[in-house]
C-alpha cells in the first residue's frame, strides 16, 4: 500500500466530515484508475451498461478485463456488485473475497460482502464483514445500522 493510501485511511477515521469525504473520494478514485485511463473506460463503460439494463454485456466487459488484469481489485469490486444485483449473492462473495485479497481494506467491497451474507440470512458472517468495514471507515452509519439489523435477526 502507498502512502497517499496510507494517509487516506488515517483520512477516513477523522472527526471532521469533510476530510473523511475527501478521503472517501480519493480512495474510489484511486481503486478505478489502478490501471490507467483504459482500466477507467472500461469500468466506465461496464456501468454504463448496467445502468441501461445490459447486464450480460456488463458481465463480459468485466469478466475480460479480469483475464488481461486479474489484479484490477475495482474490477472485481465492479462484477460483484452487478452480481449482488442479479441476486447471484455467491458469485458476488467470491469477487468481495478476491476484492479484499488485493486491497484488504476495500471498504466498498467489505460493505458488499456484508449485504451478501445478509441476503443469504448468515448473519454472523454479514456482522463479521461490516465489522471489518468499520475498522476502515468507523463513521459509516450504514454499516452500524446492519450490525444491529443482523443482530436483531440472531437474537
Request: glycine share 6%; with cysteine.
Amino acid at each position: 500500500m502507498g502512502s497517499d493510501a496510507q494517509s487516506l485511511l488515517q483520512n477516513l477515521k477523522a472527526d471532521d466530515v469533510n476530510v473523511r469525504q475527501v478521503a472517501t473520494e480519493a480512495l474510489w478514485r484511486l481503486w478505478y484508475t489502478q490501471k490507467g485511463a483504459y482500466g477507467a473506460q472500461l469500468l466506465v463503460r461496464s456501468q454504463k451498461l448496467m445502468d441501461q439494463g445490459q447486464a450480460d454485456e456488463a458481465e463480459t466487459i468485466l469478466t475480460e478485463t479480469l483475464e488481461a488484469m486479474p489484479d484490477f481489485a475495482e474490477a472485481w469490486n465492479r462484477r460483484a456488485v452487478l452480481y449482488y444485483m442479479q441476486q447471484r449473492y455467491w458469485a458476488a462473495i467470491a469477487d468481495c473475497d478476491k476484492v479484499t485479497e488485493l486491497v484488504p481494506y476495500h471498504f466498498g467491497a467489505l460493505h458488499g460482502l456484508g449485504l451478501c451474507h445478509m441476503q443469504l440470512g448468515n448473519h454472523t458472517a454479514a456482522i463479521q464483514a461490516f465489522r471489518r468495514a468499520l475498522a476502515v471507515q468507523p463513521y459509516a452509519t450504514a454499516n452500524q445500522r446492519l450490525i444491529l439489523e443482523c443482530a436483531a435477526q440472531l437474537s
